[in-house]
């Protein structure tokens, strides 16, 4: 339980540091998401998606290609999260990581 | 909202390795003039569809055509950067063309008459706006030029007062614009804005986090409409000035059209139009137009197929880590094949849509 709220509290700062222009805020914050998903069973995937809203869900969508990004042993959990956020979010969540200007 | 049965006609109006950019209904619905991916305007019959006649004058790629019901003028803008207003003339029953020289560097990309249908306003790649109206004393068109834009403009709509004039660019805005012209205008009026300013100042601005494709007021003007390349829809209500943001779960939306007060129309890159419509003062997309045909029934698997299964639901877990392989989404029973570039409200009310894919298809809710 509170693993999924310490992940949803990443999330909530996650605007501040996509508004900003540090690379390194950037990355460290990335880093800090991806240890937040790491430690969540599927189950927990699946009650995490369920509840999260569609601004949220847009910022994790975020993380979750920015992980993709590198090829590393976690991807196969970040394929999953893509799939379960882009079967209730649809095709126009991953539309709006491509065209957002602010990055995370 | 959408009754059971939403009638859709289908007509190839040329290949598709051609496509169709854009299309405009004349007075009544009788003819439809449509360019296909070229300099030539194609004047067909409705429902024959047989070619009248081809108007030659653009230098390069027609990018859109508007032609209004009463005074029955074509406008049609180009990439050459040029505008003509074709007049029908009826002793010699040929369509005269006037060149109007829009001075832009750029091309012109959207076109539209003022309801009144005394100037007609051209979105183009230079950032600006020219709107342009008939000089009697010179005998011909002049344009005035809106600029506050950072980049192309991509959509254009009047307001019903033939004064105000939103616009959609891909500086990420959607504004709203005085187009009141001295000399062709009676008196200013502002509609749900406090004052009237003067031609070219800005009434209002939003942003959005992706390219405006297309504008739209609602019939009465109280309502402004906008659709973006980061999949959102935007409605806002004036005066008041509320606006409310949709983030769609599909293809972004480039061409809009209002039904009536409460009902929006817009189409894009997935191929099909969606049909949003407001209750209670919000507004929420409400389904698509076009409907899957319903699957034949599948016969129940047989014990044999059981083994089958279990191995193919281990392969997918191999494969791609779930159960399940999902079908790729399969689009082939879409009435389109391309996306709807241009999206028209017929002289009868119904809904035409034309595409790359060289279709037009009319939908009838």
């Keep these: 339980r509170g693993r999924m709220a310490d992940l949803m509290r990443l999330l909530d700062d996650a605007p501040q540091v996509m508004n900003s222009k540090d690379a390194e805020a950037k990355s460290a914050h990335a880093r800090k998401v991806f240890t937040a998903l790491d430690r969540l069973s599927e189950k927990q995937m699946g009650e995490l998606v369920d509840s999260i809203e569609q601004d949220r ?13 590198v090829s590393s042993e976690n991807n196969a959990a970040l394929f999953k999260w893509q799939a379960k956020l882009t079967d209730k979010f ?15 | 909202l959408v009754r059971a049965g939403v ?32 300099n030539e305007v194609r004047i067909v019959e409705a429902g024959s569809w047989k070619e009248k ?19 029955n003028f074509i406008v049609t803008c180009s990439h050459d950067r040029n505008a003509f ?14 060149l109007v020289i829009l001075r832009i560097e750029r091309a012109a990309l959207c076109v539209q008459w003022s309801p009144d249908g005394q100037k007609f306003a051209v979105g183009s790649s230079a950032k600006c706006v020219p709107v342009c109206y008939y000089e009697r004393d010179n005998n011909w068109w002049v344009s005035k030029m809106i600029k506050k834009h950072k980049s192309s403009v991509l959509s254009i709509a009047w307001h019903p007062n033939s004064q105000q004039l939103a616009s959609g660019a891909s500086d990420f805005r959607a504004r709203v614009f005085s187009a009141f012209v001295a000399n062709v205008d009676e008196a200013p009026v502002a509609g749900d804005f406090p004052s009237p300013i003067a031609f070219g100042e800005t009434y209002a601005e939003f942003a959005s986090n992706g390219w405006v494709h297309g504008v739209a007021f609602s019939p009465s003007g109280s309502s402004l409409a906008f659709v973006a390349h980061d999949s959102s829809a935007h409605f806002v209500t004036f005066p008041d000035g509320v606006e409310q943001v949709i983030k769609l779960n599909f293809l972004p939306l480039v061409q809009l059209v ?9 189409a894009g890159h997935d191929m099909n139009p969606a049909l949003f419509a407001r209750a209670d003062a919000a507004w929420a997309f409400a389904d698509f137009l076009d409907k899957k045909p319903a699957a034949p029934a599948k016969t129940a698997p047989d014990a044999s197929s059981d083994v089958r299964s279990r191995m193919a639901m281990w392969q997918n877990k191999d494969r791609t880590g779930q159960a399940t392989a999902k079908a790729p989404d399969n689009t ?20 035409s849509t034309t595409s790359p894919d060289g279709k037009l298809v009319l939908w009838r809710l």
């Design chain 2, 85 to 98: 207003v074709w007049n029908f003339d009826e002793e010699e029953k040929a369509w005269k063309p006037s």
């Design chain 1, 57 to 69: 869900g847009d910022i994790l969508l975020k993380y979750v290609y920015r992980g993709l990004e």
């Design chain 1, 90 to 104: 649809g095709v126009g969540s991953i539309v709006r990581v491509l065209t957002d200007r602010k990055t995370v």
């Design chain 2, 258 to 266: 209002f039904l009536d007060e409460n009902r929006c129309v817009a």
């Design chain 2, 53 to 71: 006649v081809v108007l030659s004058e653009h230098d390069m790629t027609i990018a859109a055509i508007d032609w209004h019901p009463e005074s």
């Design chain 2, 7 to 38: 009638m859709a006609a289908v007509q190839q109006l040329v290949e598709g390795t051609v496509g169709v950019s854009c299309h405009a209904w004349g007075p009544g619905g009788r003819e439809l003039a449509y360019a296909a991916n070229n």
């Design chain 2, 332 to 351: 082939d029973w879409l009435k389109h094949q391309g996306p709807i570039t241009c999206l028209k409200l017929t002289p009868d009310r119904a809904l």
